[in-house]
């Protein structure tokens, strides 16, 4: 999700002074044509509020004041002032002259003054703060003064109602969602039907609540009284209705919703008194949130063929820029990502998403230290929003304590696990260390029935990973615990990211667990190597090959190899179908091992996996997987033949940082000429980040 749950377009914090500035700058051409308009009264008066009725407050100002500039105590003309003042935003200015108007003006229209400047207080609060680090003092500052209006027993009883309803308003907009929604819970049980502009904000506030059904009543009921277009300092209400769909599940809806938006609007907008048109800040803001609900929904490669356009017609836009390198980030290019978090924070400091960013690569890239720095920075932009606590509550979870169980239970007949086998490793790893070190303390427990007997492999240790720049290594010691084979295993290795498109892996052991526990059987164990070169050109493509070399204890060599490459075949929302070829091999120096070990083996398969969001809610998902993998198997000295695997699984995440898992698969192949199978049932669980 973005820094808000709707785009809302940048528009400056101006106080009086920079308001008189911008009026003045604005009404320069008009005053000018003004000037050489007629003289007369009742035709200059004529001219202001037929150009106010059209919509033209600049011009009608500009007409306004060039009869004032003749006729200073004109009545009608000063009050036709503070009206037009008032309508442009410069409510405070308004509200001095009507001080002076005569006759006085009476205590309901001084109420309304009083309203109107709140009103635009808080229009004005929603934009650029004056101190970036600062940024909730003009808001606080709109929510005090609306509070005074609406608990003001002097105000008339309608303009009561309406300070209430700008108190919501005010409420949602400085990042007070508790206090909005509470109000607007309080306006529902009083049936208090609320303005379409009010109803915008409360709906804002629910969405930040996590109430996105109740969002997307309110967003599209004050759009069905309220169709737009509207005031260039209002967020479009049809975003916020977006994101509503989206977090209700109401995908499709999302979709239609904001692309329908992006079509309407048009690129360039002409502006009466200038000659070059000015780009459309709410197409850019409805295109970049097509590419952004499209992310979120991991259609990367989609959201990603948006934005790269966009950027280049927007080179200097540091919100597409911050944007861009998240869809860069989800699709694996952390590096790419970076750079451009740096442009969009050299085009803009304040863009609190981009150190969200910054933060988020230097995790993907296991650089851990400027993190704290990045989101502290973030915070103190965005101190308010959702997204800040959200990333900084990740973080604290990934810096922390993390604890993993990974259990697999097989039945069936192989000549590595006999007729029933059980393998369950846990992993309790410390909180980051200067960050760059954790202590890791680990058990594992293997057991198969073997057609010999039973057997069992048990160990547990500690050890210590380190993390650089793209690179996490380890190294542990697990003492063996069982009377098959009495050697401590020492393993170590790495997974180095040489780039945004290469890694490299590699993993030893002195005794490792790939050893077959039909060999544990007999006190064989054997020292493994297992290295593997990865190129992904993105979240579509990838390809990777593997090699392995084990030396058995009993004098055996087993060198072995894999290579796969898997393509995306189709993308849907929260869906992915992949598709790829496996071919890999072994051989083994003795083939009159009491374990399975081929003189000379290897294999074709192809492969597919099926990944789709069967549900969620916020921190809470359910997500299934199918792989299924068909082929054939050659054995030397026998006869080649279909093997085939297939496994259906569901991850279901209850809440931020903890998840089960669990899967069913089968597998089948021959094995020395007879053909084997083996059901499993695998179990995981994680807690941390």
């Known amino acids: 999700m973005k820094l808000n749950s709707t785009t809302r377009p940048r528009c400056a914090r101006v106080p009086g002074v920079r308001l008189c500035l911008a009026l003045a700058l604005a009404l320069h051409g008009p005053i000018a044509a003004a000037a050489t308009a007629p003289v007369d009264r009742d035709a200059l008066l004529a001219m202001a509020r037929h150009e106010r009725d059209e919509g033209h407050h600049v011009d009608a100002l500009a007409h306004c004041q060039a009869l004032l500039s003749r006729w200073p105590d004109d009545q009608e003309a000063q009050a036709l002032n503070v009206t037009l003042l008032t309508e442009l935003g410069a409510s405070t200015r308004a509200g001095e002259l009507a001080a002076s108007l005569r006759p006085s003006p009476s205590a309901a229209e001084?109420?309304?003054?009083?309203?109107?400047?709140?009103?635009?207080?808080?229009?004005?609060?929603?934009?650029?703060?004056?101190?970036?680090?600062?940024?909730?003092?003009?808001?606080?500052?709109?929510?005090?003064?609306?509070?005074?209006?609406?608990?003001?027993?002097?105000?008339?009883?309608?303009?009561?109602?309406?300070?209430?309803?700008?108190?919501?308003?005010?409420?949602?907009?400085?990042?007070?969602?508790?206090?909005?929604?509470?109000?607007?819970?309080?306006?529902?049980?009083?049936?208090?039907?609320?303005?379409?502009?009010?109803?915008?904000?409360?709906?804002?506030?629910?969405?930040?609540k996590r109430r996105p059904a109740e969002a997307v009543t309110l967003y599209e009921g004050s759009i069905a009284k309220d169709p737009g277009p509207y005031d260039r300092t209002e967020s479009e209400p049809r975003i916020g209705l977006m994101y509503a769909y989206l977090e209700s599940g109401q995908t499709q809806k999302a979709f239609r919703t904001i692309d329908d938006l992006a079509a309407k609007e048009p690129q360039w907008l002409r502006i009466r008194g200038i000659a070059a048109p000015a780009q459309n800040q709410r197409k850019l803001d409805a295109d970049l949130n097509a590419a952004a609900v499209r992310d979120y929904v991991e259609m990367h490669a989609d959201a990603y063929a948006r934005l790269k356009p966009l950027n280049r017609e927007a080179p200097a836009n540091a919100q597409l820029r911050s944007e861009l390198g998240m869809v860069e980030l989800a699709r694996g290019w952390p590096r790419r990502a970076r750079d451009d978090f740096d442009i969009a924070l050299t085009?803009?400091?304040?863009?609190?998403?981009?150190?969200?960013?910054?933060?988020?690569?230097?995790?993907?890239?296991?650089?851990?230290?400027?993190?704290?720095?990045?989101?502290?920075?973030?915070?103190?932009?965005?101190?308010?929003?959702?997204?800040?606590?959200?990333?900084?509550?990740?973080?604290?979870?990934?810096?922390?304590?993390?604890?993993?169980?990974?259990?697999?239970?097989?039945?069936?007949?192989?000549?590595?696990?006999?007729?029933?086998?059980?393998?369950?490793?846990?992993?309790?790893?410390?909180?980051?260390?200067?960050?760059?070190?954790?202590?890791?303390?680990?058990?594992?427990?293997?057991?198969?029935?073997?057609?010999?007997?039973?057997?069992?492999?048990?160990?547990?240790?500690?050890?210590?990973?380190?993390?650089?720049?793209?690179?996490?290594?380890?190294?542990?010691?697990?003492?063996?615990?069982?009377?098959?084979?009495?050697?401590?295993?020492?393993?170590?290795?790495?997974?180095?990211?040489?780039?945004?498109?290469?890694?490299?892996?590699?993993?030893?052991?002195?005794?490792?667990?790939?050893?077959?526990?039909?060999?544990?059987?007999?006190?064989?164990?054997?020292?493994?190597?297992?290295?593997?070169?990865?190129?992904?050109?993105?979240?579509?493509?990838?390809?990777?090959?593997?090699?392995?070399?084990?030396?058995?204890?009993?004098?055996?060599?087993?060198?072995?190899?894999?290579?796969?490459?898997?393509?995306?075949?189709?993308?849907?929302?929260?869906?992915?179908?992949?598709?790829?070829?496996?071919?890999?091999?072994?051989?083994?120096?003795?083939?009159?091992?009491?374990?399975?070990?081929?003189?000379?083996?290897?294999?074709?398969?192809?492969?597919?996996?099926?990944?789709?969001l069967l549900g969620q809610f916020y921190d809470r998902s359910v997500t299934q997987r199918i792989d299924v993998a068909v082929g054939q198997y050659a054995e030397r000295g026998y006869a080649t033949d279909w093997m085939a695997s297939v496994r259906y699984g569901q991850v279901i995440q209850t809440g931020p940082g903890f998840n089960v898992g669990w899967g069913l698969g089968w597998h089948n192949q021959p094995y020395d000429g007879r053909r084997e199978h083996r059901v499993v049932l695998d179990l995981t669980l994680h807690w941390g980040e």
Do not use: M
């Open 347 to 612: 085009l803009d400091p304040r863009e609190a998403g981009a150190y969200i960013g910054k933060a988020n690569t230097a995790r993907v890239l296991n650089d851990y230290a400027a993190v704290d720095t990045d989101l502290d920075t973030a915070h103190a932009l965005a101190s308010r929003n959702q997204r800040v606590d959200r990333a900084r509550e990740s973080w604290q979870r990934e810096r922390g304590w993390q604890f993993d169980i990974d259990s697999e239970h097989g039945k069936g007949s192989s000549p590595d696990f006999g007729d029933r086998d059980a393998t369950t490793q846990a992993t309790v790893a410390s909180p980051l260390i200067d960050n760059h070190w954790r202590i890791v303390a680990l058990g594992r427990y293997s057991t198969a029935d073997l057609p010999e007997g039973d057997v069992r492999r048990t160990r547990a240790g500690v050890g210590i990973r380190g993390y650089a720049y793209g690179f996490e290594g380890y190294v542990q010691a697990l003492p063996s615990a069982d009377r098959y084979v009495g050697k401590t295993a020492i393993e170590g290795g790495f997974n180095w990211s040489l780039s945004d498109h290469w890694s490299w892996a590699a993993d030893y052991s002195t005794a490792g667990d790939d050893t077959p526990l039909r060999a544990q059987y007999y006190g064989i164990s054997a020292k493994t190597l297992d290295t593997a070169v990865t190129w992904r050109a993105s979240e579509l493509t990838q390809a990777r090959i593997g090699l392995s070399r084990d030396r058995f204890s009993d004098g055996n060599r087993r060198n072995g190899w894999l290579a796969a490459v898997v393509q995306r075949l189709h993308t849907a929302p929260n869906l992915s179908l992949d598709g790829g070829v496996e071919i890999g091999g072994s051989t083994n120096s003795r083939s009159d091992r009491p374990y399975f070990n081929p003189r000379r083996d290897r294999s074709y398969a192809l492969t597919g996996r099926l990944q789709n």
């Open 110 to 208: 001084t109420y309304r003054l009083r309203a109107d400047r709140v009103a635009k207080e808080i229009r004005w609060a929603d934009g650029e703060p004056a101190d970036p680090f600062h940024p909730y003092v003009e808001a606080d500052k709109s929510v005090e003064d609306a509070q005074r209006v609406a608990d003001d027993p002097s105000l008339p009883a309608d303009l009561r109602q309406r300070a209430g309803f700008d108190l919501l308003v005010a409420l949602a907009r400085a990042g007070h969602a508790d206090e909005a929604v509470a109000r607007y819970d309080a306006f529902r049980a009083q049936g208090v039907t609320l303005p379409p502009y009010a109803e915008r904000a409360a709906a804002d506030a629910l969405l930040a």
